[in-house]
């Protein structure tokens, strides 16, 4: 069974940073890419970021150059950094699996003043 668990979310002001992590369980975690994605209030869930299983990386253009995603194997682990943070990155951040139906709960991140 597919585990998922987000964390390291909070409130932040803008321009700040947080570094969200994503802990998986079930699978053999190196065999898989990775993705990030956000739903904000009222919007649809949008694609942050993806980590290939060879670590090649996509990024939304809306976070390129402020976000950046990384992955421990050794602690099947894949963490996005956000730097630069704006009002608009306000959202609930989760993780999946691309292409299946396995998300975490997420955590939910709130950039304002």
């Known amino acids: 069974q597919v585990q998922l668990v987000e964390s390291g979310g909070g409130l932040v002001q803008p321009g700040g940073s947080l570094r969200l992590s994503c802990a998986a369980s079930?699978?053999?975690?190196?065999?898989?890419?990775m993705s990030w994605l956000r739903q904000a209030p009222g919007k649809q869930r949008e694609l942050v970021t993806t980590?290939?299983?060879?670590?090649?990386?996509y990024y939304a253009d809306s976070v390129k150059g402020r976000f950046t995603i990384s992955r421990d194997n050794t602690r099947n682990t894949v963490y996005l950094q956000m730097n630069s943070l704006k009002p608009e990155d306000t959202a609930v951040y989760y993780c999946?699996?691309?292409?299946?139906?396995?998300w975490g709960q997420g955590t939910q991140v709130t950039v304002s003043s």
């Open positions: 079930g699978i053999i975690f190196r065999n898989y890419a």
């Open positions: 980590i290939g299983n060879t670590g090649s990386t």
């Open positions: 999946n699996l691309p292409g299946t139906s396995n």
